[in-house]
């Protein structure tokens, strides 16, 4: 078995490097980042299994890739980049890797409710622009947060939270139960959640899950934190509900279209707090992430 990783990027070579153990199936390291889709058959001829870090693998590309058998996505989100089912019947297998980074993302979680509450982003890029902007925070102590779904991520959320005093709701779309955590229906977590934080995985059951209407459910002046998927969230729906103050602050990781384009809606409302899809990143996640993708084609 022969692998390449196909776009190894920001530091993720390093991190291969360093993580690799003799034993290891013979892996080529790609640091290209921006692959179009006709250059994946040439680059994958010849090798059995890639990682994907990010990008896009459309059916039409791989059908050319016909030595190709297995795609690591480095990471739980392979649906934004690639149709998993569609690949499988033309016989390549996608792998996802989960809880590398739970508590990595759980902490950024964490950190973006905070500056939603307190309103850091706006003082901050007022200060920078010459302005003593004060803005009046929300103290979270005794608040509810609610967590829309209920994995490894939010099984984190909910241990910090709870540990700084909140009260943790959450509803998931099977049943569990979790020490410290109150599940609920889901009416009863937007109804009464005062921070609603993200943690759903995206397929085609879960697309545009928060609607407007379930939107228009949450308790009027809450906080969305979403360091799951954009896709979850019906974005136009959620700025209408920023503009009108509904919602009290958007606190968000990630975006329907990545990068978010200069001059986007979401950059020019002032109760938005914005962070580039990084949640994850996290020296100790990337060392995990990779090793465990290194597992599994150890597996293979």
């Known amino acids: 078995m022969k692998g390449l990783f196909l776009d190894a990027v920001d530091d993720l070579a390093s991190v291969f490097r360093n993580v690799s153990r003799p034993g290891d199936p013979a892996m080529d390291v790609n640091e290209q980042g921006d692959i179009p889709p006709e250059a994946l058959p040439g680059l994958l001829a010849g090798y059995d299994f890639c990682f994907d870090d990010h990008t896009q693998m459309p059916v039409e590309a791989m059908r050319l890739c016909t030595g190709l058998k297995h795609i690591i996505f480095l990471g739980t989100g392979a649906r934004s980049y690639m149709d998993p089912e569609a690949l499988a019947a033309i016989g390549i297998t996608v792998h996802i890797i989960k809880g590398y980074g739970d508590t990595a993302v759980a902490e950024h979680t964490i950190a973006l409710m905070w500056a939603a509450a ?101 308790r009027p002046g809450a906080i969305l934190v979403n360091t799951a998927r954009g896709a979850l969230v019906d974005e136009a729906a959620m700025i209408a509900a920023l503009e009108t103050g509904a919602l009290r602050h958007a606190a968000l990781d990630v975006f329907g279209v990545e ?38 084609a150890c597996g293979l």
Do not use: C, Y
């Open 118 to 218: 307190r309103g850091l982003a706006a003082m901050d890029g007022g200060m920078r622009a010459g302005h003593w902007l004060r803005t009046e925070g929300m103290e979270l102590t005794g608040k509810t947060i609610g967590l829309l779904g209920f994995g490894g991520i939010a099984a984190e959320v909910a241990r910090i939270a709870g540990g700084s005093g909140m009260r943790v709701l959450a509803w998931n779309r099977s049943a569990k139960t979790a020490p410290g955590v109150e599940f609920v229906d889901l009416d009863t977590l937007l109804a009464e959640s005062q921070v609603l934080s993200v943690h759903l995985l995206l397929n085609d059951e879960t697309r545009g899950f928060l609607s407007a209407e379930r939107l228009a459910r949450m």
């Open 259 to 296: 990068p978010l384009p200069a001059g986007h809606a979401l950059t020019k409302l002032p109760n938005v707090t914005l962070s580039a899809h990084s949640a994850f990143r996290t020296p100790e996640a990337s060392d995990k992430l990779i090793r465990m993708a290194l597992d599994i």
